[in-house]
């Protein structure tokens, strides 16, 4: 009986000499501790809260485990180390099968983790995103995985996988392909996938549709995309009007083609599209193309685009939502020559709706022509508001926009203060009227201090988001580090609160606001 209790505590002994042999701060301790099966997950452990400089040398044990057992959690030891000789182990883990793809997903993250060093892993990724599985498979997070993995290595041979995901039928895959694809073509910034991204902005699947991120897309190839947006708009794209035929868009969207093309060539500022625009004028509108093409011609807001606005405005044969939104092109060009006839609209810009006289036109006309007036016309147009009976409320609003000009004048500061009134109204003017003061070296700081949020904004507060978004756009360039570093901070908050109602189209004015101001030199 004592025998083996002497044994019994030498054994004891011998395990806990065992257990303590070698340095637990030295990471080689661990590397040669991962071949014993008890002592695997400790190792794994501790070389995880090391820092990935020092374990590194535990490297070639790692992967000598993983070539071993195989397993995603061993795959994924590897992968903080980003280093080039486990780019093989995670190009062979890319081909996986419906029923076993756990390894490519952790793979095609490290690759893309990788970035250009991983530019051998190209041909395997394109592989896995064309991969064809069933829509509600699980495996498709290898697909989506994929994607990501080749827009953050940059190599342009991806693109033409990514146009062929981009245009495949919802019927055939799961829509966030759809998506994802767009939004990586927008990264890649490649005018080749300009035709896939004009046909993505008139697709939807199970509800949903990809306008805003072909939209994204589009209007970061810059001028490239401009000739085919012009011929879209005069509907010249073949494939477009075959799609257009075939899902008959004149009884469920008429005039959605020419919308969304002058639609976008608003956002690319292209002012060599306003002679084309011009012409679209002439056409008779199916729908809202009309007002589309009005809206563009504002944001580009050459002397050529208003010229066309005063005229759309100053022709009375227009009907009235067609002159309204000229006011709407107006305000947004920022032009004061308008002021004077949006004055007199405001005024006597009677029209006939349903055969009784309206103030519609009147009313809008107030409220443009508060956006751009300075303090010089706030005593005209306060007469004219003491006045009038029919459309008060419109013009009180306007009023209130008014009297922030005649507060602030031409002091910039003032207007600052005034981004985070508790109306609307006056932070709206307020966060135009710093766009439109041309002066971004104040203005700039001014409107980067009151950008919030998506998710801690009130409903009523979009319109001055939107506003500030339009006044970077006025005044900001490429070269505004600053500007750009907050919009991409941004987007990448928002992108978690797109289900809150309107944060989505929000979202998206916030990616073209951005991309607006990457094109401009």
């Known amino acids: 009986m004592q025998i083996r209790n002497v044994a019994l505590l030498s054994t004891l002994a011998g395990l806990l000499v065992g ?26 452990n501790q070389l995880a809260r090391m820092g990935a400089e020092r374990a590194k040398v535990a490297l070639p044990s790692l992967i000598a485990l993983y070539k071993e057992t195989k397993k995603p959690e061993h795959l994924e030891a590897l992968v903080r180390y980003k280093d080039v000789s486990t780019i093989p182990l995670f190009i062979e883990a890319m081909d996986f099968t419906e029923d076993d793809f756990d ?30 599985l069933p829509i509600k498979s699980r495996a498709n997070g290898v697909r989506l995985a994929a994607i990501r993995a080749l827009v953050k290595i940059g190599d342009k041979r991806a693109v033409p996988a990514l146009a062929k995901i981009l245009t495949t039928s919802a019927d055939e895959q799961d829509f966030l392909l759809n998506q994802k694809s767009a939004l990586g073509l927008a990264e890649l910034r490649d005018p080749a996938a300009i035709p896939a991204l004009i046909k993505g902005m008139f697709m939807t699947g199970r509800g949903a549709n990809i306008f805003q991120e072909c939209r994204l897309g589009l209007v970061r190839m810059g001028e490239p995309a401009v000739a085919p947006l012009v011929e879209l708009l005069n509907e010249k794209n073949p494939e477009i009007n075959e799609m257009a035929r075939k899902l008959d868009f004149d009884k469920y969207s008429p005039g959605i083609v020419p919308f969304k093309a002058a639609m976008l060539l608003g956002d690319l500022r292209a002012t060599k599209a ?42 009375k044969k227009a009907d009235a939502p067609t002159r309204s939104a000229a006011e709407d092109g107006i305000y947004l060009s920022g032009d ?44 005209a147009f306060k007469a004219l508001a003491d006045k009038e009976r029919e459309v008060q409320g419109m013009f009180g609003e306007a009023l209130d926009r008014m009297q922030v000009a005649k507060e602030c004048g031409d002091k910039i500061e003032c207007y600052g203060k005034h981004l985070n009134d508790p109306s609307w109204t006056r932070a709206e003017k307020a966060a135009f009227w710093i766009g439109f003061s041309g002066n971004a070296k104040q203005g700039l700081p001014l409107l980067l201090a009151s950008l919030k949020p998506v998710a801690s904004l009130t409903q009523d507060r979009f319109p001055v988001q939107q506003a500030i978004l339009q006044s970077f756009a006025r005044l900001a360039n490429r070269n505004d580090k600053a500007v750009i570093e907050a919009l991409e901070k941004q ?14 189209d929000l979202l998206g004015e916030t990616r073209v606001t951005l991309a607006v101001i990457q094109n401009k030199a």
């Open 336 to 379: 004061r020559r308008a002021i004077p006839i949006l004055m007199e609209t405001a005024k006597s810009g009677y029209v006939v709706v349903g055969g009784q006289k309206a103030s519609d036109l009147r009313a809008n006309a107030a409220i443009d022509l508060s956006r751009i007036a300075g303090p010089e016309n706030y005593d």
């Open 19 to 44: 257990a303590c042999t070698g340095d637990p701060n030295d990471p080689m301790t661990w590397a040669r501790k991962l071949s014993n099966v008890r002592e695997q997950q400790e190792a794994l």
């Open 491 to 504: 987007i990448e908050r928002d992108e978690n609160a797109v289900r809150l109602p309107g944060a989505r």
């Open 103 to 132: 390894r490519a997903i952790v793979a095609a993250g490290a690759l893309g983790d990788l970035r250009e060093k991983a530019t051998e892993a190209v041909p395997a990724l394109i592989k896995a995103v064309e991969h064809t």
């Open 274 to 315: 306003v002679p084309a625009l011009a012409a679209r004028l002439k056409v008779p509108a199916k729908s809202g193309e009309h007002k589309s093409i009005l809206i563009s011609l504002g944001f580009i807001g050459s002397k050529e685009a208003v010229d066309v606005l005063l005229n759309t405005l100053k022709d």
